[in-house]
C-alpha cells in the first residue's frame, strides 16, 4: 500500500504544455542561490493607513473556494510502480531522480516511464494549484502511481502566486503588448519555485517538464531552474522524445503499460490558473475566425450577461487590493470573488495575436474577469496620487516589467530592481474605486483617497488663493519660448 504522509503547507499549480516540437538539448546543471523574499502581504499586512479618515482593518476573511490545507505526498515501493523493466542506466544516460511537472494527462503521465526508460532514475511527479480548479487535481496520485511514479507531491500555491507573483504585476501595471494581462507568465516561476524546492526535500538531480520546443514556457521554467539551482539538469522531453502526436504517446502509453487517460481531447489548447484562462489551437490559429461563443469557460457572453449593471468597490493600499464592497479578504479569495462578479458580467475578454518570445507570432483568447477590473481600480487610484512625471516614468517602466516576465525573467535583478521603484512609488496609492460593471464594460464612476493630489479648490474655475489665473500668460510665455524661438529663427527675424 503506498504510504501518504502530510507536510507542510505550501504552494501548488498545474500545467498546460506549449504546442510544438524541438530538436534535442543537452542537460545543464548548476548550484542553489536562492535569497528570501519579504511576503507582499506580510508588508501590507504591517501597513495602516486610512481611507477618507476611517480606519482599514486588516483581518482578512475567508472565502468558499476549495483549498487545500496540506501538501499530500504518496510515497509508493518499487514493487507497486513497477509497469515495465527499465534498465539501470537509461537509454540516454543516468540520472538518480527527477521531479516531473505532473498534470496528469495524456502526456506527463507518458514522461514518466520515458524518463525512467531514458535516464534510469525514480520520478517524483509534482503538481502545483495555482487555481486550475478541482476536478484537475483528482485522482492525481492514483494516475501517477499508474505510470509508474515513485512519489507524488501537491502543493497548494494559490496564495503564494496571487500575494508575490500577480500583486507586484498589478501594482507595477504590467500588460504586454497592450492587451495580454501575463496569466500564464506570471504563474510559471511560482511553479518552478516550487519545482525546485521539492527538488531539494526529495534530493532530486534533475527536474523535467512537458513543455514544447516552440512555446515561451520551456524559456519560463527553465529560466527560473536556472537562477534557483543552476546544479539541476533540466530534462525536456518534447524536445529529445521521437513521439510527434497524440497518437504517438498513447501507442507509447500502451507499450509501457501505462493507462491511457480516459479524457475527452479538447479541441482547444487552455492554461487555466486563478488569474485567467487562456485558449489557443483549431479555428483561432486563424486570426481571421471569430471565436465561438461555447469557447468561455470563465464569462458569460457579454450579450447575455445582466441588464442592470452592478457597481463594485475596490479598497487599495499602497498599490495593492485589499478589500471587495468594505470587506477584507486574502489575495487569492479576493481575486475569486471578483472572477465570480466580473465573470457573471461578461468582463474581461481579450483577442490578440503576440509576439511569442521564441519568435514566432501566436493568436489567443484569454479570459480575466477578476484580473481586468483590478487593473482597471488601481490605474485608476494613481490618478489621484501620481504627479505627470512619476506616472509617465511609471507607464514607461511598465512596458519594460512586462517584457521580462513575459520572457521568464522574474528572478533577474532588473526586475526585481523595478519592482522596489514600483513599491516605492504606490506608497501613496491607498484609498478605493467604484467601478460599474456593465455587458462586459469597466467603467469607474468614483475615486477617493486620503493621498489625493487634487485639490476642488485649486481645480475649480471659481477663482482661488492658490491658483491665479493671470499668472498663466507668464508660464504660457517661458513654456512656448523654445518654440517660437524656432519659429522667429525660420522666418529670419
Known amino acids: 500500500m503506498a504510504q501518504l504522509h502530510a507536510i507542510s503547507s505550501c504552494s501548488s499549480v498545474k500545467f498546460s504544455h506549449c504546442d510544438g516540437v524541438g530538436a534535442g538539448a543537452p542537460l545543464l546543471h548548476g548550484k542553489l ?15 495602516c493607513g486610512g481611507i ?14 476549495v483549498k487545500h490545507d496540506r501538501v499530500m505526498q504518496a510515497v509508493f515501493s518499487e514493487k507497486e510502480n513497477e509497469i515495465s523493466g527499465f534498465p539501470k542506466s537509461g537509454l540516454r544516460g543516468k540520472l538518480n531522480k527527477v521531479v516531473l511537472a505532473y498534470s496528469g494527462g495524456l502526456d506527463t503521465s507518458v ?82 519555485k516550487a519545482m525546485v524546492d521539492v527538488a531539494k526535500e526529495v534530493g532530486a538531480d534533475a527536474v523535467s517538464h512537458g513543455c514544447t520546443g516552440k512555446g515561451n514556457d520551456q524559456v519560463r521554467f527553465e529560466l527560473t531552474f536556472f537562477v534557483l539551482n543552476p546544479e539541476l539538469s533540466v530534462v525536456a522531453p518534447w524536445r529529445e ?82 478589500s471587495v464592497n468594505g470587506k477584507d479578504l486574502s489575495p ?4 475569486s470573488e471578483l472572477n465570480e462578479i466580473g465573470g457573471k458580467h461578461g468582463i474581461g475578454r481579450i483577442d490578440m495575436v503576440e509576439n511569442r518570445l521564441v519568435g514566432m507570432k501566436s493568436r489567443g483568447v484569454y479570459e480575466t474577469p477578476g484580473g481586468t477590473i483590478l487593473f482597471s481600480a488601481v490605474r485608476e487610484l494613481e490618478s489621484l496620487t501620481l504627479e505627470r512625471e512619476t506616472m509617465q516614468v511609471k507607464d514607461s517602466l511598465a512596458l519594460k516589467y512586462a517584457e521580462l516576465v513575459y520572457a521568464g525573467r522574474w528572478f533577474d535583478p532588473l526586475r526585481e530592481s523595478m519592482d522596489a521603484f514600483m513599491e516605492k512609488i504606490t506608497e501613496t496609492t491607498t484609498g478605493s ?61
Open 33 to 47: 542561490q536562492h535569497t528570501a523574499r519579504l511576503s507582499l502581504h506580510q508588508e501590507l499586512g504591517a501597513k
Open 52 to 65: 477618507n479618515g476611517e480606519g482599514i482593518s486588516h483581518q482578512t476573511l475567508s472565502c468558499n473556494t
Open 111 to 192: 514522461i514518466v516511464p520515458w524518463l525512467k526508460e531514458n535516464y534510469g532514475c525514480d520520478v517524483v511527479c509534482f503538481t502545483a494549484d495555482v487555481g486550475q480548479g478541482i476536478k484537475e487535481l483528482e485522482g492525481l496520485e492514483a494516475k501517477a502511481k499508474a505510470s509508474g511514479a515513485s512519489q507524488v507531491v501537491v502543493k497548494d500555491l494559490k496564495e503564494e502566486f496571487v500575494r508575490d507573483y500577480i500583486y507586484p504585476c498589478l501594482r507595477a501595471g504590467a500588460i504586454y503588448e497592450r492587451k495580454y494581462l501575463l496569466g500564464t507568465s506570471m504563474a510559471r516561476p511560482v511553479i518552478a
Open 241 to 322: 522524445w521521437e513521439i510527434k502526436g497524440r497518437e504517438d504517446a498513447i501507442e507509447y502509453a500502451k507499450k509501457h503499460n501505462v493507462p491511457v487517460p480516459v479524457t475527452k481531447k479538447s479541441i482547444y489548447s487552455r492554461d487555466r490558473n486563478l488569474w485567467h484562462l487562456s485558449h489557443e489551437g483549431d479555428i483561432l490559429e486563424d486570426p481571421a475566425n471569430e471565436p465561438k461563443k461555447d469557447m468561455y469557460m470563465m464569462s458569460v457572453d457579454p450579450e447575455d450577461a445582466p441588464n442592470e449593471p452592478e457597481y463594485v468597490e475596490i479598497g487599495i493600499i499602497s498599490g495593492l487590493p485589499v
Open 332 to 335: 487569492a479569495c479576493l481575486l
Open 433 to 493: 474605486v467604484t467601478l460599474k460593471l456593465y455587458k462586459g464594460s469597466v467603467t469607474v464612476v468614483g475615486r477617493k483617497s486620503p493621498f489625493s493630489l487634487y485639490r476642488q479648490d485649486i481645480s475649480s474655475f471659481e477663482s482661488g488663493q492658490i491658483y491665479d489665473q493671470a499668472d498663466a500668460a507668464g508660464f504660457i510665455r517661458l513654456y512656448g519660448l523654445p518654440m517660437r524661438v524656432r519659429a522667429m529663427m525660420e522666418k529670419g527675424t
